[in-house]
């Protein structure tokens, strides 16, 4: 079946822009992460969504970050005003819930460049 | 909370030589383990994982890995590396019970060379 699927896969903007990553998760997965990978800063969860309950933004860097998930299934990470240190690729995942809520499934991930 | 400590970040190693890439954790809480790969320019991959019981773990690919609670390991090994073993591989944890968010190590990237 389809997996993780995330768009665009690569993004160059200039600084000050706003952007846009999007994340469609595997059919069925309750659960979403957007994860932030960087050369500095390695692999760093960003934001949980769970079915209805409320988000986990623990690992959001700034109020710049904001994300939202429609209708319990696609999702959205918006960078405002990019700074330079926002480039990095995003990762996104999905998990079922019950037993298979341990193993996620990522995307292939969109590579973020800001100049 | 809890971190995760991969001590090698660059593994060379020849084809066919058995490899053992080091993972350490620390938490406060009970934790679920992972062990994911990354080839170049793709997402990440499951590689296996700990939950409970046994502790020695197999994995896809001829990988296993084996959680010592009293040492806070995990450790990844493969007795016979593959040219296509060559990749980013990255040691994580969760916390128990519901489905969480992972924190990952910096990860170790191994080099199988002929």
């Known amino acids: 079946g389809a997996g993780v699927s995330q768009s665009p896969s690569n993004k160059v903007t200039e600084k000050g822009k706003d952007v846009e990553l999007r994340c469609d998760p595997i059919s069925g997965h309750t659960a979403l992460y957007w994860y932030r990978q960087s050369l500095g800063q390695g692999l760093e969860f960003l934001i949980y969504f769970q079915g209805n309950s409320a988000p986990d933004k623990s690992g959001l860097p700034s109020d710049r970050f904001s994300a939202e998930r429609t209708g319990g299934s696609v999702s959205t990470l918006t960078i405002q005003r990019t700074q330079q240190e926002d480039s990095a690729v995003y990762l996104c995942?999905?998990?079922?819930?019950?037993?298979?809520?341990?193993?996620?499934?990522f995307g292939p991930g969109t590579r973020l460049t800001v100049t | 909370a809890q971190s995760v400590t991969q001590l090698d970040s660059q593994v060379p190693v020849f084809e066919e030589a058995p490899v053992e890439l080091r993972c350490n954790y620390s938490?406060?809480?009970?934790?679920?383990l992972f062990w994911y790969v990354q080839y170049p320019n793709q997402g990440l991959q499951l590689l296996l994982k700990y939950l409970s019981g046994s502790t020695l773990v197999k994995g896809i690919n001829g990988f296993e890995a084996e959680f010592n609670k009293s040492q806070t390991s995990f450790h990844l090994r493969k007795p016979s590396v593959h040219i296509s073993d060559t990749a980013e591989y990255f040691c994580a944890v969760s916390h128990t019970g519901t489905a969480s968010k992972l924190t990952f190590g910096t990860g170790t990237r191994l080099q199988v060379t002929l």
């Open positions: 995942a999905s998990s079922s819930a019950g037993t298979g809520a341990y193993e996620q499934y």
């Open positions: 938490s406060s809480v009970s934790v679920y």
